[in-house]
């Protein structure tokens, strides 16, 4: 199915490096599956022009514009806060199903269950995709994670929507080039459109989140000796720490990666909430894991895409210096220290000297 | 609505004291309400032989047995993990549709959403009530809560199933007779069948926690001084530890409650998890606090239900003095000392002598 995937990114008056993130990770993971980006507020520019990366991809100002490059879908690539469906989009979805593209979207908002959009798909036999579409089968969690031989490991942050799903994908292949066996758990709408798997652990019912966490970190350790799950959230976000804490002890991770932006001093959108230093956070990290399995906190992943190359590589040695911890910025440089970092402590652990195994 | 419900209780196979908590808080808090409980294993006892409270109301073996006593409701009195309706519960709620009876349940799955159900209701006039069922306009947290001029105390704990609704309810007459305005705000099934209003902070979907805890602090806050936010999990329960931090982060207390029960070791139904000493556990709940609103852990409510007086007695003097906090069992003992700590609290901080209003 993703071979023949060709997308025309809806991300109206919101494409931008931080503002756009379903959008940013096909163009960086899938690009040959994004024919344009839709967006009448940075038309006539190309992709790389706004986000750093990406190259030529078109960025459209209508839809039938972004039709010229002929994608076989939509997809929706921004997601306001509280993830609803704004009024303003509907024109939209119904020009790209009365075309016959189909619809693939991230939001809370189940577009499948629209009865405007699902008679269109019905009539033009496109398919509507909702990838935070819980499945019905969930039960809570029960710790059987436990069993898994695999090592768990997550990546945490100092706030949402700071690089945690880019940094494991950055960081798996270079694991794989270590020589492990390594599989992504994807945990959130944009992780599952990369990978092609996972499970929406914000979007299910509360009791359930760490029961969903714990059934697809089992499901990606198949065939694994290291499974990366994608972390989600803050445990000092307001809106989003009870998922993270869900997902946390549903995963029942061996070890964290820890990711930061450092010229974020306040959660996003929550400029009341000012984020402690790091050693605080992996405190915090570690204190709420230790009485079901305790997990170090092993790297640090910085996001420094909005400084330039000398104050980035100055973060980067200011908090290795501050943690004590192999640090790096694994989109803009080099992800193997991260991946080092994690192999040593899987190396360790199935030798016996780290106490993971319980 | 409340003066003329008249409930007989399913509690089939479970009546007891930590097995059936719907039943048991409506038997403690609203028992001019409950005409039966329905348990064929524990029928011809009273519910006093059974919980040690509730007098004579009596324990029926048969649904028509039941209909002795003249109930014009069923109510579901017991959850079972992940609160799925029990196939073999299916030929009672029809028994009782089919009598005319109305069916309160507060399960995760929604009663009045089975076809068959929902027909016989329609044709007899029977009303369906989902006590869990989340309205449909939730928004995600945003911190308006700290707007609230009252002071907000939550109940946490060691873990689930231990009495942070009970510790609540106990001490919320004790706060009022101290001449505060008081209100209780419900956050779980039960809370709201005695409350008469709340929402089940554990059914919403889980981005949205935070943003219903809030939205109901600041209902149960109108008029009120003093708002006793009921708690939920514990953050350390592997399968519910999110519900528990959404709903501190969202409701932002400005003081907490720890409930404990001295001869519990490990979290319910996970004997994988033990239960750390208490002053660890007032240390994570206080560190998880830290980054939004500092809350400190004020007084202590044990559930010794299950000792002796002496032995009762002993454990609360050995809180006490590991603590340094007031401690009591509110449900055996005197709620006042709890009320005292909270009143205090309450009036320290609105004199400014607690750093509480930002």
Redesign the interface.
Known sequence: MSLSRRFLILAEGSFGPLSSKTANACIRYIPDEVAAVLDSTSANAVVQDVLGFGGNIPIVATFADGMRYRPNALLIGIAP???QFPDAWRPIVLEALRAGLHVWSGL?TMLGDDPEFAALAAASGATIRDLRRAPPDL?????RV?DLNATVVLTVGTDCNIGKMTAQLQVQSSVGQLGHRVNFAATGQTGILVEGRGLA???????????AAEALTIEAAEGADIVLVEGQGS?????????????M??A?PHAMVLCAQPSRTTIHR?P?????PLSDMI??YE??M???RPAPVIAIALNTFDLDDRAARAAIERVRLETGLPTTDPVRYEPLIIAEAIAAFHMERVSGAVDGMA
Chains 1, 2 share one sequence.
């Open positions: 806060a509280g993830g809370h039960e809570v969690a029960s710790g436990r652990v914000d979007a299910v019912i509360a009791d359930f989140v760490a029961g445990l000092i976000h307001p809106a989003y720490s009870g998922v993270t804490l869900g997902l002890h549903g029942l929550n009341w909430v000012p984020i402690p405190r915090l204190a709420t230790d009485a079901l």
